[in-house]
């Protein structure tokens, strides 16, 4: 068996042990563990959240359900199991989504989260440019429904276009990482972008 087979099979398993949705579950429990990105998050946004591992996560994760207030997003349904989650079915690369989150949302959000991948169809720039383009879509998001301070976390393919979407993140937050969590397959280009701190609502262009 292949390390990268053999890695696969041990989070898909554990998961299965565990009863996550999916094994992206411990990409966001090891990114929390090293960046604390859900300390006091109260009112947040999950951005391509299907089939839920991440709900899951911030369920078990925010014991302290008071004030809790999490907006799921996706293009496929999802079960919601909690009363503070609420799911909108649609697309984040429409404008009308904001209106919508906004809607939603009882205040503007402390964290974006987003895991956003596209149909991949194997063709390396295609599927960078793809998934680019949804985390810039989650980044448009994100400036408008966080408050003054608040992180957005999204998933990245590394690839050309990634330090054009680095420069805007740099302008709008205040630091960012990227990290990638043992449960990301080891030779795929994935990794995770974390933004710490938006500086203003006004959109500063690179
Ligand atoms: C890797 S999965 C997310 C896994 C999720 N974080 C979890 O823990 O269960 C990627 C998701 O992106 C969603 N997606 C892709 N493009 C989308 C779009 N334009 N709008 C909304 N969701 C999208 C897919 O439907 C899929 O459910």
Same mark, same amino acid.
Request: charged share 30%.
């Given at each position: 068996?292949?390390?990268?087979?053999?890695?696969?099979?041990?989070? #898909?398993?554990?998961? %299965? /042990?565990?009863?996550?949705?999916? *094994?992206?579950? #411990?990409?966001?429990?090891?990114?929390?563990?090293?960046?604390?990105?859900?300390?006091?998050?109260? /009112?947040?946004?999950?951005?391509?959240?299907?089939?839920?591992?991440?709900?899951?996560?911030?369920?078990?994760?925010?014991?302290?359900?008071?004030?809790?207030?999490?907006?799921?997003?996706?293009?496929?349904?999802?079960?919601?199991? =909690?009363? #503070?989650?609420?799911?909108? *079915?649609?697309?984040?690369? =429409? =404008?009308?989504?904001?209106?919508?989150?906004?809607?939603?949302?009882? *205040?503007?959000? $402390?964290?974006?989260?987003?895991?956003?991948?596209?149909?991949?169809?194997?063709?390396?720039?295609?599927?960078?440019?793809?998934?680019?383009?949804?985390? =810039?879509?989650?980044?448009?998001?994100?400036?408008?429904?966080?408050?003054?301070?608040?992180?957005?976390?999204?998933?990245?393919?590394?690839? $050309?276009?990634? $330090?054009?979407?680095?420069?805007?993140?740099?302008?709008?937050?205040?630091?960012?990482?990227?990290?990638?969590?043992?449960?990301?397959? *080891? %030779?795929?280009?994935?990794?995770?972008?974390?933004?710490?701190?938006?500086?203003?609502? %006004?959109?500063?262009?690179?």
């Amino acid at each position: 068996m292949s390390i990268k087979k053999h890695r696969n099979d041990y989070y #898909y398993k554990k998961a %299965k /042990v565990d009863k996550f949705k999916s *094994r992206a579950a #411990y990409k966001l429990l090891e990114l929390n563990k090293n960046f604390k990105i859900l300390k006091n998050a109260k /009112v947040i946004i999950d951005l391509c959240c299907a089939p839920g591992s991440w709900l899951q996560v911030l369920k078990r994760e925010l014991t302290d359900e008071k004030d809790l207030s999490i907006i799921a997003v996706d293009l496929v349904n999802i079960d919601v199991f =909690e009363d #503070y989650i609420k799911f909108i *079915r649609g697309d984040i690369t =429409e =404008e009308i989504i904001i209106s919508k989150l906004n809607n939603e949302l009882p *205040r503007p959000a $402390d964290l974006v989260i987003s895991d956003c991948s596209p149909k991949l169809i194997g063709a390396k720039d295609t599927d960078h440019a793809r998934q680019i383009y949804l985390a =810039e879509c989650s980044f448009n998001i994100a400036k408008n429904c966080l408050r003054i301070g608040g992180n957005f976390l999204t998933k990245i393919f590394y690839g $050309d276009m990634l $330090d054009q979407f680095k420069k805007k993140i740099m302008k709008n937050f205040h630091s960012y990482r990227i990290f990638k969590p043992k449960a990301s397959p *080891r %030779k795929s280009r994935e990794a995770y972008l974390l933004a710490f701190g938006l500086k203003t609502k %006004k959109f500063i262009k690179q």
